[in-house]
Structure formats: C-alpha cells, structure tokens
C-alpha cells in the first residue's frame, strides 16, 4: 500500500483484529460461571432461593409483567404482542404493529427500551 494513511488504518485494524480478548474478563466469567455451578439446583429440581437462576427468573417475569401491563394500556391500541403467553422465555416480544405506526417511540413513551424491528 502506498498510501501512509492507509497502511497505519489497515495496520491498526489488523493489530486490534488479533489481539483476542484480555485474560481479565476470561478470569472474571470463569468465576462467575464456577460460583452458578456451585449453586446448582435443590433436589426437587428448583433453583435456590436467591441464587442466580432464580433472580434471573424472577426479573424475566417482572419484565414480562411490564409488557403486559404496557399492551392492557388503552394508549397502545392496535398494537399486538404476539408471544403474550410467554414467561420469561423468549426473553424478547414479537410486536405486531398497524401499518405506518413507529412502536419503538410509543415504547420510550412509555419507559420500556427496546430496539427496532423489521416489517
């Protein structure tokens, strides 16, 4: 490559490219994932009160409740979740729209954060 600048901007992507991912947050989810192992599951099957599995249940269910709450609001009329009847799992909603309406803004209307969708 001739050009200097360009050879310094492929030079910095291949540098930043090949490095990998520090041994830092390696160390720090290899704890995290021995700390869920250790915890494990009570012998009726249930996770341990308090325990990560748990915890991440029972927001699941509050973020659900949320939603919910959000399309039982008369302010979303003609909106539809299609995956009501989920709980915690899928952790995302499938919203079916009237056609031109922007939902991700009725959304941040109402405080949920979401992201856009394709039609």
């Given at each position: ?13 291949i ?9 830092e ?8 994932l021995?700390v ?7 012998d009726?099957?249930?996770f ?19 939603l ?29 729209t ?22």
């Open positions: 490559v001739k050009d200097p600048e360009v050879a310094e901007a492929m030079n910095e992507y540098s930043s490219a090949t490095l990998g991912t520090n041994i947050p390696q160390l720090r989810q290899l704890d995290l021995n869920i192992l250790e915890q494990g599951k009570n009726d099957g249930t341990p009160e308090g325990g990560f599995y748990s915890e991440a249940m029972k927001r699941m269910d509050q973020r659900w409740s949320r919910r709450g959000v399309f039982a609001n008369a302010t979303v009329s003609g909106f539809e979740l299609v995956n009501a009847d989920a709980n915690r799992s899928p952790p995302y909603a499938w919203i079916k009237p056609e031109g309406t922007d939902a991700l803004t009725l959304f941040q209307q109402t405080g949920l954060n979401g992201i856009p969708g394709s039609s």
